[in-house]
């Protein structure tokens, strides 16, 4: 690490103390940019990482409600409206228990450059609350929604800010947080992406994550004259990412060996087809309930506690959450014969997880660039509202591999080094960055 980012980092350390996502993802980011930024004259006294990393504002509020015992719950809710620059705020809502300000900021710093990339004029956002909704019944997700939705409508528009799904919050969330939406303001707009189809939605939106990941698995298989045919994969987390990551492994050939939740993961050695995925999808999108069920089911292997990466693989495709994958896990991936990783979640792989990577040579592929099909879907959705007009599944489709095709090259244009090998993660970084800084600087001290 040289001075001018020792320096930077230190002085991030002092103005957002307790923040430890978002200083890793920043860090993370800055140790590519800040030596581009010195090469660049354009860049050099503009300040310009400093003013990224800042958001344009932030929102916090209180969001109370009744549970289904008439009992008042009070949980807190929060919108980072982080930049602007080249279009209206998006990002998705996330309601966990562990979401607090430092991990919005960490998630919607991560969104100015995954959205960057996609080519699509959005800009950067991230919300949600320490809401679980986990074992609560419709009525109270409803009642949840509609009270955060009573604040949050004041901050977001079709025009201004547009948030989406994420850990949490999916249709049914999405459902009655339009519904309130609408009742306030008496507006029916593209306020909100991942709506259903019926009303106002888009074709694919709930695959395009997953779909999108192994799109660009496929890109950076192409530069090794390689393909999903017949390769191992392990896969992390059971909802929408990892359930239609695994549909499209499957369509390509290659044989899906694990699904995880909070609980545990299993270990299927005769591979997830087809069949055993729907189970998965009814079991987690209806019943709601716990992986270690298809163990019972289909007679296999169930690790409670555990993560996935101790199977061999081919590819890795962790698909939880934020720092799931840590150094020993990489080492094991490695050692078990792994060439690609590529994050459908955001930031699941620590530093010291992705210093493994890059020393190996393994393929490693940073969520930012490879888990984009999500929020890049989120835009065609708007464009689609915008048109009133819905386009058909196979158009989607197409777009969103012309989008990762993009993304891939990208990364391709700033992250090949010297000796040949592409560090994806500094493709990304700088790629996402110039097109945001550029807008920033023609806009003027904003």
């Known amino acids: 690490m040289n001075e001018s980012i020792r320096h930077f980092i230190n002085n991030l350390k002092v103005r957002n103390p307790g923040e430890p996502e978002f200083l890793q993802a920043v860090t993370e980011v800055a140790t590519s940019i ?36 008439g009992e008042i719950q009070v949980n807190r809710g929060f919108r980072v409206q982080m930049n602007s620059a080249i279009g209206p705020y998006k990002g998705g809502l996330r309601f966990h228990p562990s979401v607090n300000l430092g991990v919005l900021k960490f998630l919607a710093f991560e ?49 201004t800010d547009i948030p989406a799904g994420d850990i949490g919050v999916g249709g049914r969330e999405i459902g009655y947080l339009f519904g309130q939406y609408k009742r306030i303001t008496g507006a029916f707009n593209g306020v909100l992406t991942g709506k259903g189809n019926e009303w106002g939605g888009s074709l694919i939106r709930p695959e395009a994550t997953g779909y999108g990941l ?21 896969i992390s987390g059971s909802g929408n990412v990892a359930q239609f990551a695994a549909e499209k492994c499957i369509e390509k050939g290659a044989k899906v060996l694990t699904i995880s939740d909070s609980e545990g993961f299993i270990y299927d050695p005769a591979g997830i087809d087809k069949e055993k995925l729907e189970y998965i999808k009814d079991l987690k999108n209806n019943t709601r309930g716990r992986i270690k069920k298809y163990a019972a089911k289909y007679h296999c292997e169930y690790f409670p506690g555990e993560r996935p990466w101790k199977i061999k693989c081919d590819i890795a495709l962790p698909n939880a959450t934020q720092n799931e994958l840590d150094v020993n896990d990489a080492r094991a991936l490695v050692k078990g014969g792994c060439s690609c990783v590529a994050e459908g ?35 065609l959705e708007m464009s689609q509202n915008s048109q009133r007009y819905s386009w058909t599944r196979t158009k989607v489709d197409n777009k969103l591999k012309e989008i990762m095709h993009e993304i891939h090259a990208c990364c391709l244009k700033y992250g ?31």
């Open 34 to 69: 800040i030596p581009y930024i010195e090469s660049e004259p354009r860049y050099r006294n503009s300040r310009i990482l400093e003013r990224i990393v800042e958001p344009e504002r932030v929102v916090m509020f209180r969001v109370p409600w009744l549970d289904d015992k």
């Open 111 to 159: 969104q100015i450059f995954k959205n960057s990339l996609t080519g699509l004029p959005m800009g950067a956002g991230k919300g949600g609350s320490d809401f679980d909704p986990k074992g609560k019944s419709d009525n109270e997700v409803m009642k949840f929604c509609q009270s955060f939705m009573t604040e949050l409508y004041r901050h977001v528009g079709a025009d």
């Open 214 to 234: 192994v799109y660009f698995v496929e890109e950076m298989l192409r530069t090794r004259e390689e393909s999903l045919l017949g390769k191992k994969v392990t």
């Open 345 to 379: 979640a955001n930031m699941p792989c620590t530093p010291e997880a992705v210093a493994v990577f890059n020393k190996a040579q393994v393929f490693y592929a940073p969520g930012k660039a490879a888990n984009a099909g999500g929020v890049a879907v989120s835009g």
């Open 416 to 446: 090949r080094m010297a000796d040949g090998h592409v560090n994806y993660e500094q493709g990304a970084n700088i790629s996402g960055f110039v097109k945001v800084a550029d807008a920033m600087l023609a806009q003027g001290v904003v």
